[in-house]
């Protein structure tokens, strides 16, 4: 099969084609021809030799596809072969073809192309695993995201709105900012402009929010201790500020405040597998019905991942970036 892969760490230009043999198959796997896969920020991360394959995953970049079922024991799951499905996987996307567990897959939501379920698995696993169950967004309850045109922040603003939470972002630019606010946010704050804890404290009546999800790390972190509510929760997701802050640990003993975080990729199957049971049962439904959409930024063909991944690291674009394997 035709793959990307990383010959060494460094910028996008170590992206290269290569020829690899099928993935072989471990219990519990799938064979998914690959039509469409997402592009990361942890893809940049490994690329950059800054976030380690976990053991038995394959080496490849990747870690969200769309395509059809060709091989593997599907048991009593309902699939069958030659289903369209989009999964979540370790490692491995940016091929022909992929291994995926089974329990990571979810059926392509009615209405959407392959292209479009490609681009959910990343972004709705990470955003359920974190917002809904780690920081538990309770009904009533209020959501700042950081990046909020990120794929990780569309995703967030969408699915808390459509479940009736109040949802404020921020983003670099006028532009970014207006997106959030299309999507969903009730209001979007320009970092670069407005100090979002002020803004934030203002929207919320002094009360502040109830949860942020962050992106950022480093000197934000702060920050948003200072304008979460009282028995609020921060998640940290990624380091993009840094891995080092300065809190204080007053405010989160006396306002009895939650600081946690995670990462999504090393965690066993069983625990994504509930994750993915959660998401067609509470969101697939809304993506069925267009309550939330996909947003798509720009889409390449396979060869061009190198260009994907500087588009990326350009953080110019508003959702996710594509690669799509029926395009030259």
């Avoid at 696993?125 to 569309?154: D, P, Y």
């Avoid at 509470?282 to 061009?304: C, D, E, H, N, Q």
Wanted: net charge negative; glycine share 12%; charged share 20%.
């Amino acid at each position: 099969m035709q793959a990307i892969e990383i010959t060494q760490p460094g910028g996008p230009e170590v992206l290269q084609p290569c020829e690899r043999p099928l993935p072989e198959l471990k219990p519990g796997e799938i064979l998914i021809k690959v039509r469409a896969a997402g592009v990361n920020r942890p893809d940049v991360f490994q690329r950059l030799g800054q976030y380690p394959v976990p053991p038995g995953a394959s080496d490849l970049p990747g870690l969200e596809v769309a395509g059809e079922i060709v091989d593997g024991d599907l048991g009593d799951s309902g699939f069958e072969k030659g289903d369209l499905v989009c999964a979540l996987v370790q490692g491995g996307g940016y091929a022909e073809y992929c291994a995926a567990p089974l329990a990571q897959c979810l059926p392509v939501p009615q209405g959407l192309s392959l292209l479009e379920a490609a681009s959910l698995p990343e972004t709705f696993f990470t955003v359920w695993s974190n917002v809904f169950q780690r920081a538990g967004l309770k009904e009533g309850e209020t959501l700042l995201v950081q990046g909020g045109s990120s794929g990780i922040g569309v995703t967030a603003i969408q699915v808390a709105k459509a479940l009736g939470h109040r949802v404020f972002a921020t983003a670099g630019t006028l532009e970014k900012c207006r997106a959030c606010e299309e999507l969903g946010a009730e209001r979007a704050i320009n970092y670069k402009e407005e100090d979002f804890v002020a803004v934030v404290k203002e929207l919320t009546g002094g009360k502040g929010v109830d949860v942020v999800l962050d992106m950022v790390g480093g000197d934000y972190v702060a920050r948003e201790v200072s304008c979460l509510a009282d028995d609020g929760r921060i998640v940290i997701i990624a380091l993009l500020g840094g891995a080092k802050a300065n809190v204080d640990l007053g405010q989160v003993l006396r306002r009895r405040l939650t600081i946690t975080g995670s990462t999504l990729r090393p965690r066993p199957i069983a625990f994504k597998a509930q994750i993915a049971r959660e998401l067609r049962e509470r969101v697939w439904p809304l993506l069925a019905a267009g309550t939330i959409r996909p947003v798509i930024y720009k889409t390449f063909p396979l060869s061009a991942a190198a260009e994907a991944h500087a588009l990326m690291e350009s953080s110019t674009h508003v959702g996710k970036i594509m690669l799509d394997l029926e395009i030259a």
